[in-house]
Each structure stands twice: as C-alpha cells, then as structure tokens.
C-alpha cells in the first residue's frame, strides 16, 4: 500500500499531471454544459440578456477571442517557467529545478489555460444554426467568460510567484519546509518494533538458526529510492525469515551489486524472492520521499555555488547555515530508528541501513567548510552553528561528532585566518564547545 502511496506521490510530482487531469476536467464539463444548455431554456429578457449570448455570431467571437488569447498566454506562461528554471538552474544548479517544476501553482496555471482554450473549441463546435434550428450553449459561453475572468487573475498571481520564487531566501525557506517535513515523517520511521539495545543482540547467532541463504541482487544500475517497509516486514515474518539489507534509500546500485541476503529455515522459492525484490523502488535520479540527505545536499549546494570565486555570496552561504542549524538542532533531538527491526513476537525480521547523526552533521557541513577557507565570515558562521547545535545535543556520540566537526572548523580557520582577533574570536567559541 505504501509502495503505491510512493508511486502516486512521484506521478503528482511530475511537471504535466496536474495540466493533463484539469484538461480532461475541461472536456467533461464542457460535454456536461452542453448537454444541460440542451434541456433547459435561459432567459433571454431582463438580466438575462446582460449574462446570456443570444446571437451564433457574437458567440462565435466571444469564444475564437478567448480560445486565441488563452493558447497565447500559455505560451507565454510556458516561456516564462523556462526562463525561471534556466536561472534557477545557473544560479542555485541543476538540481534545484525539480522543486521549481513541482510547483502546484505553475502546474495548475499551464493547464488552466490550455484546459479553458480546449473547452473554447468544443464550445465552439456545439454552436449549431440553420434556418429550421438554431442551438446556442448560452450557459456553457458564460462559464468560459468566467473561467477568461479566473485566468486573467491567475496570470496576476503566477507572475507574482515566479519573481519571488527565484530569490535566493525563498529557494532555501522552501528546501528548510521540505526537510522539517521529512524529519516529521522520517524520524522516527517505524519499521516493526525497533530493539533499542542493540548491544544485547548476538547476530551471528540468529543468523546460525537459519539454513538458506539467498542474495538480493540489483536488477538495474540507479539510485535506490524507495523500501515499503510495512509490506516487507509483514512478508519476512509470513515466510518465517530474516533480511539483511546493505544499502539505505538514496544510495547508488550497480546492477548485480548484493542488495542484502534473505535468511530462512527452509528453501526460498524464486517467488518469495520475487516478493521481497517488489518491495524496493530503484529508480535513475534521487528521490526525497526517503532520502533526508538528498533534500540537505540540494541546501548545501546552494552554499557551494555562493562561495565560489565566480560568486563570492557569503551572504546567501551563511543563510544556508542557518537553515542546516535549525535542520541539525531538530535531528539532534529526535529518536533515530534502529536498525533491527522486529515483529510483533519480538523476532528479529529486518537488518536495515539507517542513517546516524554524525552522517547528517557531516553532509551538511564537510562541503561549506570545504569551500569556506578565506571567507573569514562563513568560518566563523560555521563555529557559530556548531556552538547552536551544541545546546541541544544529549548523547556522547553526538557531542564527539560536533567536537569533530568543531575541531576542523578551527583547523579552516589557523590557516586561512590572517587577522588575529578574527582568528581569537573562532578559538574563544571552539573553547564554548569543548568545555
């Protein structure tokens, strides 16, 4: 269920869903207003006459203007979302222009558009008239002068998001909702009752208990994007098994590359292989549904790309430290799952890879330090975060990544520093840290 939960998510997602489903929206209704405006008979006198077209020729023109303007503007519409994503794509990089194209408003604005120009014509066409008959839609007309009304706003408000959407505060607010979101949902991820003292386990030993041993190969080269782990779970303890996995959601795969190994007491027929394979989703690009890093990389590369001498932006690298802050301050205090995963009677099901707190300290602060030294402001920036993430901090291994991390920052700092006090300042908060 949750792999087809994972499947929609990644259709919506796509750039001409969202255009193609108000488009076959469009069709309906038109097929619908006519097929009323055939039974029932408008007024044609009074108001009726203000809202109502009652001659074939101005329902004509009313309709060949709304349909051109409508096909033009979407041009237009579609010229301008390409020139936003050609300098998304140089100013933020190639990566970023997927969470511009999965903007809800550009989709529905494109397929408004195409969607009121479609039903114009088929409007259009219903208009019938001759000296024994004469068939005007006059409702179905007054709904596309309405829908004309709605576009014309909408057009308003799609400019509105684009010249904002391309400012580099909004692009990083916009990637920080995203990985507060995940950490909801991501942190704690149950899969099974976790063991929490993983130290008690002997896995050797549980895996003696079992008498085959079947590798889990890779189909194809790709980003492993996707586990439905309800479903495995429930699937390993219906054969009585056990799963060792050896990479997380985010990593690559090479095909033929061991996926993991399944453990069971009695032959693993190729279609219980086959059931547990169905289980993973491998795909040619990343995918955020599961992967935490892949949203923090996207943050990390709009740092990147402001500290290179082409750039030179300290000011757009230090609000992406600060929004990695609020991300790692978060993380800090979460629950990570274990990797061992049980079922309701307390049997070890899953062996999985999860990701530690150190992993994600390192992902959001190796490349910025990296590319920081010289820039005396996001050196210190750095060790200003680490003393932030410090407060929260509550268990030994996270303290000895910061200290880590603490410690490479102040090495940045000796060496490309040449202004003593700056260089005092940095070794006055490293000194905060390690107390």
């Given at each position: 269920?949750?792999?087809?939960?994972?499947?929609?998510?990644?259709?919506?997602?796509?750039?001409?869903?969202?255009?193609?489903?108000?488009?076959?929206?469009?069709?309906?209704?038109?097929?619908?207003?006519?097929?009323?405006?055939?039974?029932?008979?408008?007024?044609?006198?009074?108001?009726?006459?203000?809202?109502?077209?009652?001659?074939?020729?101005?329902?004509?023109?009313?309709?060949?203007?709304?349909?051109?303007a409508?096909?033009?503007?979407?041009?237009?519409?579609?010229?301008?979302?390409?020139?936003a994503?050609?300098?998304?794509?140089?100013?933020?990089?190639?990566?970023?222009?997927?969470?511009?194209?999965?903007?809800?408003?550009?989709?529905?604005?494109?397929?408004?558009?195409?969607?009121?120009?479609?039903?114009?014509?088929?409007?259009?066409?219903a208009?019938?008239?001759?000296?024994?008959?004469?068939?005007?839609?006059?409702?179905?007309?007054?709904?596309?002068?309405?829908?004309?009304c709605?576009?014309?706003?909408?057009?308003?408000?799609?400019?509105?998001?684009?010249?904002?959407?391309?400012?580099?505060?909004?692009?990083?607010?916009?990637i920080?909702?995203?990985?507060?979101?995940?950490?909801?949902?991501?942190?704690?991820?149950?899969?099974?009752?976790?063991?929490?003292?993983?130290?008690?386990?002997?896995?050797?030993?549980?895996?003696?208990?079992?008498?085959?041993?079947k590798?889990?190969?890779?189909?194809k080269?790709?980003?492993?994007?996707?586990i439905?782990?309800?479903?495995?779970?429930?699937?390993?303890?219906?054969?009585?098994?056990?799963?060792?996995?050896?990479?997380?959601?985010?990593?690559?795969?090479?095909?033929?590359?061991?996926?993991?190994?399944?453990?069971?007491?009695?032959?693993?027929?190729?279609d219980?292989?086959?059931?547990?394979?169905?289980?993973?989703?491998?795909?040619?690009?990343?995918?955020?549904?599961?992967?935490?890093?892949?949203s923090?990389?996207?943050?990390?590369?709009?740092?990147?790309?402001?500290?290179?001498?082409?750039?030179?932006?300290?000011?757009?690298?230090?609000?992406?430290?600060?929004?990695?802050?609020?991300?790692?301050?978060?993380?800090?205090?979460?629950?990570?799952?274990s990797?061992?995963?049980?079922?309701?009677?307390?049997?070890?099901?899953?062996?999985?890879?999860?990701?530690?707190?150190e992993?994600?300290?390192?992902?959001?602060?190796?490349?910025?330090?990296q590319?920081?030294?010289?820039?005396?402001?996001?050196?210190?920036?750095?060790?200003?975060?680490?003393?932030?993430?410090?407060?929260?901090?509550?268990?030994?291994?996270?303290?000895?990544?910061?200290?880590?991390?603490?410690?490479?920052?102040?090495?940045?700092?000796?060496?490309?520093?040449?202004?003593?006090?700056?260089l005092?300042?940095?070794?006055?908060?490293?000194?905060?840290?390690?107390?």
């Open positions: 269920m949750k792999k087809i939960v994972f499947l929609l998510k990644k259709l919506k997602a796509t750039f001409w869903f969202i255009p193609v489903l108000i488009i076959l929206l469009a069709i309906g209704l038109s097929i619908g207003l006519v097929s009323l405006d055939q039974v029932i008979n408008l007024p044609q006198d009074g108001l009726g006459r203000f809202f109502f077209v009652n001659s074939a020729d101005s329902a004509r023109s009313i309709l060949s203007t709304i349909s051109g409508m096909i033009g503007v979407a041009g237009t519409v579609f010229s301008i979302t390409l020139v994503l050609t300098l998304a794509s140089s100013q933020f990089g190639p990566r970023l222009i997927r969470n511009f194209m999965y903007v809800r408003l550009n989709q529905v604005v494109l397929g408004s558009y195409v969607a009121t120009y479609i039903y114009c014509l088929l409007i259009l066409n208009i019938k008239e001759s000296d024994q008959y004469t068939f005007m839609p006059s409702l179905s007309i007054l709904v596309a002068i309405i829908a004309a709605i576009n014309i706003l909408l057009l308003i408000v799609f400019i509105h998001q684009i010249a904002t959407s391309i400012q580099a505060d909004n692009v990083i607010s916009d920080s909702i995203i990985i507060s979101k995940q950490i909801k949902s991501l942190f704690p991820e149950h899969m099974g009752n976790e063991l929490r003292y993983e130290n008690t386990l002997n896995i050797d030993y549980i895996k003696s208990n079992y008498s085959e041993i590798t889990i190969t890779s189909p080269n790709g980003y492993f994007q996707y439905d782990n309800e479903t495995l779970l429930t699937t390993v303890t219906e054969f009585n098994g056990l799963v060792e996995l050896y990479f997380k959601p985010g990593d690559h795969l090479v095909e033929g590359i061991v996926l993991g190994k399944i453990y069971k007491k009695e032959t693993i027929a190729d219980e292989l086959e059931q547990i394979t169905s289980q993973f989703v491998i795909g040619e690009t990343k995918n955020a549904q599961q992967d935490l890093e892949f923090i990389f996207q943050m990390v590369e709009i740092a990147s790309r402001a500290l290179s001498p082409g750039v030179n932006d300290p000011f757009t690298a230090i609000t992406c430290i600060d929004n990695l802050t609020a991300t790692l301050c978060k993380l800090a205090q979460v629950q990570f799952p990797k061992y995963r049980m079922d309701e009677e307390k049997q070890l099901r899953i062996i999985a890879v999860t990701l530690k707190f992993d994600l300290l390192d992902s959001s602060f190796n490349q910025i330090r590319y920081s030294a010289g820039s005396t402001a996001v050196i210190v920036k750095l060790m200003d975060a680490l003393l932030t993430i410090n407060q929260f901090v509550n268990t030994e291994d996270y303290k000895n990544a910061l200290l880590k991390h603490a410690k490479m920052v102040l090495n940045v700092g000796k060496t490309s520093l040449n202004e003593e006090q700056d005092k300042l940095l070794i006055e908060k490293h000194k905060q840290i390690t107390a």
